[in-house]
């Protein structure tokens, strides 16, 4: 069975400093995708970055990377130089090969406090 | 720009009284979600619809169902709300299934009440 781990309930960071939200993975299938989303108190869920099992380099997009240790089967979040509107809800999710790919497996999130 | 629309954002209802969310896209995806989000908890699936093809999660309570009758639309039906179903209702899109890198796409959702 598939599960996502996300071993940070909560976390406080100073404004402009990097912060890195821990991930890690349960998977028997050589296939996968890995994503992370933010939900902010408003509650959209926004799709930041996405990265595949197989592919070779870390995935960025801005301010975000993904440190994917696929031994160790982690997918940790990177946030450059934080910013006060990233205080928001962040989860891990995992898709799985065809038979099971509708479903996304969440995380059970972690709340990221910015602090001025 | 292209997006998943949610309406109303906020909804009352009274308990045992039925209630309608819906959800619609302009990304022209074809599958379609609906998830449940209780308070600091992950959003759980409840139901996915690839066209018009139906898929139910094993655990949705027979209390939810829905509908889409056309590919930018979809409905999610509460007939008779309990207390336990007051949550954040989110509605999602992907362009296809059964591929790992397609990515869901949410609506801002809505905020059940039940009074």
């Known amino acids: 069975a598939q599960k996502i781990t996300q071993t940070q309930p909560g976390m406080f960071v100073q404004e402009k400093e990097a912060v890195t939200l821990d991930c890690t993975y349960d998977t028997s299938d050589p296939s996968y995708g890995l994503f992370w989303y933010k939900q902010p108190s408003s509650g959209e869920m926004i799709f930041l970055i996405y990265q595949g099992s197989y592919d070779q380099q870390n995935a960025t997009e801005g301010r975000y990377s993904l440190n994917f240790q696929k031994a160790r089967k982690s997918a940790n979040l990177v946030i450059s130089a934080s910013q006060l509107g990233d205080s928001a809800m962040y989860f891990c999710a995992m898709r799985g090969p065809y038979s099971s790919a509708s479903k996304i497996i969440f995380g059970s999130g972690t709340r990221l406090s910015i602090r001025p | 720009d292209a997006m998943v629309i949610q309406n109303p954002r906020y909804q009352v209802t009274q308990f045992g009284k039925p209630v309608t969310l819906s959800c619609s896209q302009t990304l022209n995806h074809n599958v379609m979600y609906w998830y449940q989000q209780k308070s600091s908890q992950a959003p759980k699936l409840l139901f996915h619809?690839?066209?018009?093809?139906?898929?139910n999660e094993a655990d949705t309570p027979d209390n939810f169902q829905s509908r889409r009758p056309n590919t930018s639309f979809c409905f999610l039906d509460i007939r008779s709300p309990g207390l336990g179903d007051a949550a954040m209702y989110l509605c999602a899109t992907s362009r296809v299934e059964g591929t790992i890198t397609d990515t869901q796409y949410f609506g801002p959702g809505t905020r059940l009440t039940v009074l």
């Open positions: 619809y690839y066209d018009k093809d139906f898929n």
